[in-house]
């Protein structure tokens, strides 16, 4: 028994992932560190800039920026772990393949589990917001599909239930039965997820052209939305700045979170990289901070023109224009958002097959997801797969249940990323030029006090902090702060590295916004994926000497 339980945390060495990246056949290595930066930024801005930041900013009010730089702190730590990372592991595989080298093989497979849920479903939700602008921006040419062509079955039948006037239970009522059944499909989100999916199946050069492209033009129309958009601001918009308290802010945690997934993937291209251990850090760092800056400059503008009661809707930057009589704005405002999502669903596509690679590689998956494509030198047959894991769910999901499962997943991989810089031995080498290195302070002391200064504050005002307002406790908040006094006592103890400590808190602090749903669909698909490790993963695996 004992030897079954060492093997599940069996641990792989960094020479032994780079002998396998060097016997595999090899990628193109043709990124530089301005293509990582654009391809940071190219899945950063999408579906959270231009659809659920108008949920986060209906929940949180203008305030909701304060969320905005809660995330962008806690990315930038994460950032900084997976830079440490980058340099130390210079390997596909981004999270997973850390881990593997830190906590070990069932952690690794955890994390590369959770990972699906990040890249391939959360790719799901950027095709339904894909296809909503591209409905608009075609039917500004005078060009209508039906209804039940661009809607998704789940969503119309529950419209038709509720007896709701809306496209969705139009859609119900006019779709066409076949065998019985009603006809009722998003194509354009199928489409997209097919071109781009062929995209990333040919080759990386080609994807890097098409991505850098669609960033210079998404940020040129952003920077113009943002100044057209300022010449309405009414600061009256402004007040109150937080209507509904800080747990209001709190709320939108997964919409804002989600607009920031993707500086990650980054990761996932260290095998296509011209110098993985100089340019990975500096893509994930630079694209994150020009992403952020944009993020807290669009919920001012946002939350300036109209009332935050006014965005609650799946398209705000369009809604927002079309308030104010703007009409040619909306055209503008659909071209970005057409573009910005389409890059996004390229950088994810791109992702999962590389993680499913290095998974495959250490016997974890079968040896077809290591294939490369002696033409294209592209995981093949993890790209195809990847398209079928984002095309299927497309026709009886819905992007509400999407988005919620989306974000718990990242989250969870990034705490074990930065646990995982906690666990390995601190790098004490010279820094070598050109190469990142995190930089060491001293946790021992510094985290224990802000833990007691924060407790007093916090137990001061315990009514606020960890007593929901229909005066049961919050749960979620009271691990958290179980979870800090454990980290604050190993920071002593251990002389733990302040920058992971910090990124580890962070993280663990947005996972409190999570609800119960989210960590139950989130339990039953770790649970899966436990099963699938335990009868094939575990037996497979290229360190089983069992």
């Given at each position: 028994?004992?030897?079954?339980?060492?093997?599940?945390?069996?641990?792989?060495?960094v020479?032994?992932?780079?002998?396998?990246e060097?016997?595999?056949?090899?990628?193109?290595?043709?990124?530089?560190?301005?293509?990582?930066?654009?391809?940071g930024?190219?899945?950063?801005?999408?579906?959270?800039?231009f659809?659920s930041?108008?949920?986060?900013?209906?929940?949180?009010g203008p305030?909701v920026?304060?969320l905005?730089?809660?995330?962008?702190?806690?990315?930038g730590?994460?950032?900084?772990?997976?830079?440490d990372?980058?340099?130390?592991?210079?390997?596909?595989?981004?999270?997973?393949?850390?881990?593997?080298?830190?906590?070990?093989?069932?952690?690794?497979?955890?994390?590369?589990?959770?990972?699906?849920?990040?890249?391939?479903i959360?790719?799901?939700?950027?095709?339904?917001?894909?296809s909503?602008?591209?409905?608009?921006?075609i039917?500004?040419?005078?060009?209508?599909?039906?209804?039940?062509?661009?809607?998704n079955?789940?969503?119309?039948?529950?419209?038709?239930?509720?007896?709701?006037?809306?496209?969705?239970s139009e859609?119900?009522?006019t779709?066409?039965?076949?065998?019985?059944v009603?006809?009722?499909?998003?194509?354009?989100?199928?489409?997209?997820?097919?071109?781009v999916?062929?995209?990333?199946?040919?080759?990386?050069?080609?994807?890097?052209?098409?991505?850098?492209v669609?960033?210079?033009?998404k940020?040129?129309?952003?920077?113009?939305v943002?100044?057209?958009?300022?010449t309405?601001?009414?600061?009256?918009?402004w007040?109150?700045?937080?209507?509904?308290?800080?747990?209001?802010?709190?709320?939108?945690?997964s919409?804002?979170?989600?607009?920031?997934?993707?500086?990650?993937?980054?990761?996932?291209?260290?095998?296509?990289?011209?110098?993985?251990q100089?340019?990975l850090?500096r893509?994930?760092?630079y694209?994150?901070?020009?992403?952020?800056?944009?993020?807290?400059?669009l919920?001012?503008?946002?939350?300036?023109?109209?009332s935050?009661?006014?965005l609650?809707?799946?398209?705000?930057?369009?809604?927002?224009?079309?308030?104010k009589?703007?009409?040619?704005?909306?055209?503008?405002?659909?071209i970005a958002?057409?573009?910005?999502m389409?890059?996004?669903?390229?950088?994810?596509?791109?992702?999962q097959?590389?993680?499913w690679?290095?998974?495959?590689?250490?016997?974890?998956?079968?040896?077809?997801?290591?294939e490369i494509?002696?033409?294209?030198?592209?995981?093949?047959?993890?790209?195809?797969?990847?398209?079928?894991?984002v095309?299927?769910?497309?026709?009886?999901?819905?992007?509400?249940?999407?988005l919620?499962?989306t974000?718990?997943?990242?989250?969870?991989?990034?705490?074990?990323?930065?646990?995982?810089v906690?666990?390995?031995?601190?790098?004490?080498?010279?820094k070598?030029?050109?190469?990142?290195?995190?930089?060491?302070?001293?946790?021992?002391?510094?985290?224990p006090?802000?833990t007691?200064?924060?407790?007093?504050i916090?137990?001061?005002?315990?009514?606020?902090?960890?007593?929901?307002e229909?005066?049961?406790?919050?749960?979620?908040?009271?691990?958290?702060?179980?979870?800090?006094?454990?980290?604050?006592?190993?920071?002593f103890?251990?002389?733990?590295?302040?920058i992971?400590v910090?990124?580890?808190?962070?993280?663990?602090?947005?996972?409190?916004?999570?609800?119960?749903?989210?960590?139950?669909?989130?339990?039953?698909?770790?649970?899966?994926?436990l099963?699938v490790?335990?009868l094939?993963?575990?037996k497979?695996?290229?360190l089983?000497?069992?």
């Open positions: 028994m004992g030897f079954i339980f060492n093997n599940l945390f069996r641990r792989k060495s020479s032994a992932i780079t002998d396998a060097s016997h595999s056949g090899g990628l193109h290595r043709v990124l530089s560190v301005r293509d990582l930066t654009f391809f930024i190219a899945a950063i801005i999408g579906a959270g800039s659809s930041i108008g949920s986060a900013c209906y929940s949180g305030a920026i304060f905005f730089m809660i995330c962008a702190v806690a990315c730590f994460t950032a900084m772990c997976y830079a990372f980058a340099t130390r592991v210079p390997a596909s595989g981004s999270a997973y393949t850390y881990a593997y080298v830190s906590f070990g093989e069932l952690a690794a497979w955890i994390i590369g589990w959770a990972l699906l849920m990040e890249y391939s959360g790719n799901i939700y950027v095709a339904f917001s894909w909503g602008y591209f409905v608009n921006l039917e500004s040419f005078g060009l209508h599909m039906p209804v039940w062509l661009t809607n079955y789940s969503d119309s039948h529950q419209a038709f239930i509720d007896g709701t006037a809306s496209k969705l859609a119900w009522n779709a066409p039965v076949i065998a019985g009603r006809f009722i499909i998003d194509l354009p989100a199928v489409m997209i997820n097919i071109l999916t062929w995209l990333v199946y040919v080759g990386t050069k080609e994807s890097r052209n098409a991505s850098n669609m960033v210079i033009i940020l040129a129309i952003i920077l113009l943002i100044i057209v958009g300022a309405y601001v009414d600061i009256d918009n007040t109150p700045f937080m209507p509904n308290q800080f747990s209001g802010v709190m709320a939108g945690v919409g804002v979170f989600f607009a920031y997934i993707g500086f990650d993937a980054v990761s996932t291209l260290a095998e296509e990289s011209k110098n993985p100089r340019d850090p893509g994930m760092i694209s994150l901070i020009i992403c952020t800056i944009v993020f807290i400059i919920a001012l503008v946002l939350t300036g023109m109209v935050y009661t006014a609650n809707v799946s398209d705000p930057l369009a809604e927002v224009f079309a308030m009589g703007i009409k040619w704005m909306l055209f503008i405002v659909s958002a057409v573009v910005a389409t890059s996004v669903i390229l950088v994810f596509q791109m992702g097959p590389r993680i690679m290095a998974m495959s590689r250490d016997g974890l998956l079968p040896k077809k997801f290591a494509h002696p033409k294209y030198k592209t995981p093949a047959f993890s790209t195809l797969i990847t398209g079928l894991v095309g299927i769910p497309i026709f009886f999901t819905t992007p509400k249940f999407v919620d499962f974000s718990i997943g990242t989250l969870f991989a990034f705490v074990l990323v930065c646990g995982g906690l666990i390995l031995p601190r790098n004490m080498d010279a070598e030029k050109g190469k990142f290195k995190m930089p060491y302070i001293n946790a021992k002391l510094i985290v006090a802000i007691i200064i924060s407790f007093i916090i137990f001061y005002n315990q009514a606020s902090m960890i007593v929901n229909d005066g049961s406790y919050n749960i979620p908040m009271m691990v958290f702060y179980l979870v800090w006094i454990i980290i604050a006592i190993f920071s103890i251990k002389n733990y590295s302040l992971p910090l990124g580890l808190l962070s993280c663990c602090y947005l996972l409190t916004g999570m609800g119960w749903t989210n960590w139950m669909m989130f339990g039953v698909w770790l649970i899966i994926g099963v490790y335990l094939y993963g575990y497979k695996s290229k089983n000497v069992g």
